[in-house]
């Protein structure tokens, strides 16, 4: 069954689960949801700096979830809708439901910012030794962000304009 904004459910969270076990919550608006497929929107509601792309208060994060995938992809639409900017989450367990969205945040992101620049973010926060499997899914994850990152953006931008109507 597809769920669209135009549902009762019109609200749904973001759980974000860390290594470490630390749980975040999100309240956003449910844009689209499927099975193996979603799509929130989110305000930003306080400031961030992260290389050089500054995102205040009243920008919009349109939050991408696959089930089948290594990653999800918030595409942040600036103030004025001028500047976006794409952040990869490398991420597994990802499990979608009308009102929750879950997924595990494995840590590594890749920041694709609006002249195109691939940033590779928070490694050092990785464990130490966060195990073989781990390790090799989120290497596997990386290089095929890196590697893809314009097809999935292109078909990211595509879906959101297809689903919702919004241009980026």
């Given at each position: 069954m597809i769920w669209t904004r135009d549902t009762e459910y019109n609200v749904c969270t973001?759980?974000?689960?860390?290594l470490s076990g630390e749980i975040h919550n999100y309240s956003c608006e449910l844009i689209h949801y499927s099975t193996d497929?979603?799509?929130?929107?989110?305000?930003?509601?306080?400031?961030?700096?992260?290389?050089g792309v500054k995102l205040v208060p009243g920008d919009i994060t349109y939050s991408l979830y696959w089930t089948s995938r290594p990653y999800t992809l918030y595409i942040?639409?600036?103030?004025?809708?001028?500047?976006?900017?794409?952040?990869?989450?490398?991420?597994?367990?990802v499990l979608l439901r009308p009102t929750e969205f879950?997924?595990?945040?494995?840590?590594?992101?890749?920041l694709i910012d609006s002249e195109k620049r691939i940033h590779i973010l928070d490694e050092e926060e990785l464990p130490a030794d966060p195990g073989e499997q781990l390790s090799c899914y989120i290497e596997?994850?990386?290089?095929?962000?890196?590697?893809?990152?314009?097809?999935?953006?292109?078909?990211?931008?595509?879906?959101?304009?297809?689903?919702?109507?919004?241009?980026?």
């Open positions: 973001e759980k974000k689960i860390l497929f979603g799509i929130l929107k989110y305000i930003i509601k306080r400031n961030y700096d992260l290389r942040w639409q600036l103030t004025g809708g001028k500047n976006v900017a794409y952040y990869f989450n490398i991420a597994d367990s879950t997924w595990r945040d494995l840590v590594i992101d890749i596997s994850a990386k290089a095929l962000i890196i590697r893809d990152h314009n097809d999935i953006i292109n078909e990211a931008t595509a879906a959101l304009y297809a689903l919702s109507n919004v241009k980026i």
